[in-house]
Nanobody
Framework: QVTLVESGGGLAQPGGSLRLSCAAS????????MSWHRQAPGKARELVAY????????IYADSVKGRFTISRDNAKKTVDLQMNGLKVEDTAVYFC?????????WGQGTQVTVSS
């Protein structure tokens, strides 16, 4: 059974930082591309960041480039999203996913709220 469990969401002030983590189980994590997506109220879910199974290749949405960093630890089966310089418009539910363009599995999501 594939499970993806996100943690680390919460409330941050504009300009602040949060670190999201996703713990994976039930599949060969070291062979899986992983990604983070987000969905704001009333908006479609969008890709935030992608990391290849080796960790060598990454892709970021233009809106988060230079502020967010995706990383993974294949030994621990985790994929993290370090979010710096948070903006109000980063407020959303953030989802960890197995895969990239068409993820096969999703986590339950974690709420990130950026507000002063």
């Amino acid at each position: 059974q594939v499970t993806l469990v996100e943690s680390g969401g919460g409330l941050a002030q504009p300009g602040g930082s949060l670190r999201l983590s996703c713990a994976a189980s039930g599949f060969t994590f070291g062979f899986a591309d992983m990604s983070w997506h987000r969905q704001a109220p009333g908006k479609a879910r969008e890709l935030v960041a992608y990391i290849s199974y080796t960790g060598v290749n990454t892709i970021y949405a233009d809106s988060v480039k230079g502020r967010f960093t995706i990383s993974r630890d294949n030994a621990k089966k985790t994929v993290d999203l370090q979010m710096n310089g948070l903006k109000v418009e980063d407020t959303a539910v953030y989802f960890c996913a197995r895969g990239y363009m068409r993820p096969s599995h999703w986590g339950q999501g974690t709420q990130v709220t950026v507000s002063s």
